[in-house]
């Protein structure tokens, strides 16, 4: 059964970091590609960064300069080093898979498999 388990959520102050996980069972890494989104109260969800089997990624402009997504296909995990955080990105993030290993796509439509999130607070 492919499940995708998101943790290192937590409250962080303004300025801070955090890096997100989220490990894959059930399937083999190397054959997906990644994808991290977040959604806010009240907004839509928004695709922050992707990474092909390739090691492309690609990130939202909200995000660009201070998040960086890396992959261990060893340890079947995907990361989401996040610096610099601001208010804004508050949200509940997720982690997904895309069964296409060569695309890297902030589309959610383009996933068939969720994590179940993990929040994200920065606040002072």
């Known amino acids: 059964q492919l499940q995708l388990v998101e943790s290192g959520g937590g409250l962080v102050q303004p300025g801070g970091s955090l890096r997100l996980s989220c490990a894959v069972s059930g399937f083999t890494l190397n054959y997906y590609a990644i994808g991290w989104f977040r959604q806010a109260p009240g907004k839509k969800r928004e695709g922050v960064s992707c990474i092909n089997s390739g090691g492309s990624t690609n990130y939202a402009d909200s995000v660009k300069g201070r998040f960086t997504i890396s992959r261990d296909n060893a340890k079947n995990t995907v990361y989401l080093q996040m610096h610099s955080l601001k208010p804004e990105d508050t949200a509940v993030y997720y982690c997904?898979?895309?069964?296409?290993?060569?695309?890297?796509?902030?589309?959610?439509?383009?996933?068939?498999?969720w994590g179940q999130g993990t929040q994200v607070t920065v606040s002072s």
């Open positions: 997904a898979a895309d069964g296409r290993p060569r695309y890297c796509s902030r589309y959610d439509g383009d996933y068939g498999y």
